[in-house]
């Protein structure tokens, strides 16, 4: 197994937890981001390695699967039984930032975007060339670019 098969949209990649009780795959976009705001870091223990994968992610095993709701409108997806954070996605939508580094290979995939850049903790940065947004910027361009 290989963890890469074509999907009609795009590469399906394995992902899974750090324990493996929870199991995925899903169709990430070829573009990966990070989110540095302070939540993130709570959870992730460092910023967030997040790729969009829509509505894509199907669960081969998802028992120890939960979602924690850590705002008003977003939710993050976990394993009861390791901790591993999983993914990001707006409350009652089905569209989801899944964690990078929860996929199997990543090799391939560019890193360009940086959010919330503007609570990103002064001690440490990243030398790749990406796009960086302030946390107002990012919530302009939901507000914006979204019906809600
Ligand atoms: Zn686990
Ligand atoms: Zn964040």
């Known amino acids: 197994m290989n963890g890469a098969q074509k999907d009609s949209e795009g590469v399906r ?3 899974r937890c750090l324990c493996g009780a929870v199991q ?24 967030f390695f997040a790729v969009d994968c829509g509505d894509s992610v199907v669960f081969d095993s998802d028992d ?22 999983l993914l990001w996605k707006l409350h009652g939508k089905n569209q989801c930032s899944v964690s990078l ?7 391939d995939m ?14 440490y940065a990243f030398s790749n060339e990406t796009k960086k947004m302030t946390g107002a910027e990012v919530f302009a361009m939901f507000a914006g670019g979204q019906d809600s």
């Open 24 to 47: 995925f795959t899903a169709v990430p976009a070829a573009e990966a981001g990070v989110c540095h705001c302070r939540m993130c870091q709570r959870w992730t223990a460092g910023p």
């Open 64 to 85: 120890d699967y939960d979602l924690y709701r850590s705002s008003e409108w977003g939710e993050r997806g976990f394993c009861r039984k390791c901790g591993t954070p």
């Open 13 to 15: 990649r394995k992902g």
């Open 101 to 107: 580094t929860a996929f199997d290979e990543i090799d």
């Open 110 to 123: 560019r890193f360009t975007t940086e959010i919330f850049i503007d609570e990103k903790p002064d001690c």
